[in-house]
């Protein structure tokens, strides 16, 4: 085993407690949901794709059985990491906090080093296709803030599935604009899917 993926995999089972415990909270506490997980997840905390109420998802194809919904509460009780990538907006470092995506997945039920393919859609219909393998190797967050402030819908927000483009290998010599293609700010669903 890769030494990258053990490590990885070994702190993300640290988290399954804290995930267990998100897994057991209703959606719709009163917040409106943030993040929408489905697929290969665990036991979900909301029904089936709804064509009446889930407008947004069924226009760009979204359906599920059961699904793992995010308030912002949700994310926030979730261990935050920050990172401070140079943004290719304005050529400039800022600094971007919220929970690696390995650990949002894992509070859905998705098993830490599961051989899954993730579809990460953004409210503008942009889709990327990655493996849970490359998120964490890649320790792409979520990130809820941006230079102290919540990331605002209309803006990059409310999520933002990011990695930290300046030290990443694969994207640190790359020219600015092409670093993030994997990068959709604007998140609200992940569809996971058995690789």
Excluded at 20 to 47: C, D, K
Excluded at 77 to 89: Q, S, W
Excluded at 138 to 145: E, G, L, P, S
Aim: proline share 8%; net charge positive; hydrophobic share 45%.
């Amino acid at each position: 085993m890769n030494k990258r993926h053990f490590l990885a995999a070994s702190g993300l089972a640290g988290l399954l407690p804290a995930a267990e415990s998100l897994a057991a909270a209703p959606a719709g506490g009163g917040q409106p949901t943030l993040l929408t997980v489905s697929g290969a997840i665990g036991q979900g905390n909301r029904g089936p794709f709804d064509p009446a109420l889930d407008q947004m998802m069924g226009k760009h194809g979204i359906k599920f059985d059961k699904a793992f919904a995010f308030d912002a509460p949700a994310l926030a009780k979730l261990a935050a990491v920050t990172i401070k990538p140079t943004l290719e907006y304005d050529a400039k470092p800022h600094t971007l906090r919220g929970p690696l995506l390995g650990t949002v997945l894992a509070a859905a039920g998705v098993k830490p080093g599961s051989a899954v393919q993730l579809g990460l859609r953004a409210v503008d219909g942009y889709n990327v296709g990655i493996s849970l393998s490359d998120v964490n190797t890649y320790r792409m967050i979520v990130a809820t803030h941006i230079d102290g402030q919540p990331l605002g819908l209309g803006g990059l927000g409310p999520q933002w599935a990011v990695y930290e483009a300046d030290t990443v290998a694969p994207f640190k010599d790359k020219p600015l604009k092409e670093r993030f293609g994997l990068c959709p700010w604007g998140l609200y669903h992940i569809d996971v899917k058995a690789a």
